[in-house]
């Protein structure tokens, strides 16, 4: 089984910092690694998927990298809109999936 | 509008069952392999299982296998989790979602959640 390991796992920033996540996975998984943006009480929201394509309606302060084992995600201006936890999550694996432990982003 | 609802949660005894369901509504519902993924109070997300859009193929999580039966009716758009066996440690929101194909089968479209709570 694909194991993902993102860090850190919390980390406090101010409004228009510049914010980067990453996330490794154990085997290679190509390009196959999503991100996720989920905020209290809410579900899961899609932000990049193929490690670098953004989602519609996503602003373009979020940006992914990334191919074989290690990933990234970086916001490049930090909203106050932002603070949230951010999951990768690997979509190699045949039907099935691996979702990284999250990153809780906080305000400083 | 593109939506998934889910429903069929509630409080449920340790070694009971519970089938969950969720219906989607505005977009083709059999061209979509579906997921549900389950996130416990307080800790992050974890899949649960997939189907592919005729049915024909699953998959499951070690954590679920033998207990849980993830199943679609194309007719109905309707896709479901048999929960049987559960413990405890199901106790979570079970959010479905779209495995989008064109998008590297990455999820984006997901439902509102329903909460599944394992205690007697």
């Known amino acids: 089984d694909i194991q993902m390991t993102q860090s850190p796992s919390s980390l406090s920033a101010s409004v228009g910092d510049r914010v980067t996540i990453t996330c490794r996975a154990s085997?290679?998984?190509?390009?196959?690694l999503n991100w996720y943006q989920q905020k209290p009480g809410k579900a899961p929201k899609l932000l990049i998927y193929?490690?670098?394509s953004l989602q519609g309606g996503v602003p373009s302060r979020f940006s992914g990298s990334g191919s074989g084992t290690d990933f990234t995600l970086t916001i490049s201006s930090l909203q106050p809109e932002d603070f949230a936890t951010y999951y990768c999550?690997?979509?190699?694996?045949?039907?099935?999936?691996?979702f990284g432990q999250g990153s809780k982003l906080e305000i400083k | 509008e593109v939506q998934l609802l889910e429903s069929g949660g509630g409080l449920v005894q340790p070694g009971g069952s519970l089938r969950l369901s969720c219906e989607a509504s505005?977009?083709?519902?059999?061209?979509?392999?579906m997921a549900w993924v389950r996130q416990a109070p307080g800790k992050g997300l974890e899949w649960v299982s997939t189907?592919?859009?005729?049915?024909?193929?699953?998959s499951n999580a070690d954590s679920v296998k033998g207990r849980f039966t993830i199943s679609r009716d194309n007719s109905k758009n309707t896709l479901y989790l048999q929960m049987n066996s559960l413990r405890a440690e199901d106790t979570a929101i079970y959010y479905c979602?779209?495995?989008?194909?064109?998008?590297?089968?990455?999820?984006?479209?997901w439902g509102q959640g329903t909460t599944v709570t394992v205690s007697s």
């Open positions: 999550q690997e979509s190699y694996s045949s039907l099935g999936y691996t």
């Open positions: 189907v592919s859009s005729t049915g024909g193929a699953t």
């Open positions: 979602a779209t495995r989008a194909y064109q998008l590297y089968s990455a999820m984006d479209v």
């Open positions: 505005g977009f083709t519902f059999s061209d979509f392999a």
């Open positions: 085997q290679s998984i190509a390009n196959y």
């Open positions: 193929a490690a670098s």
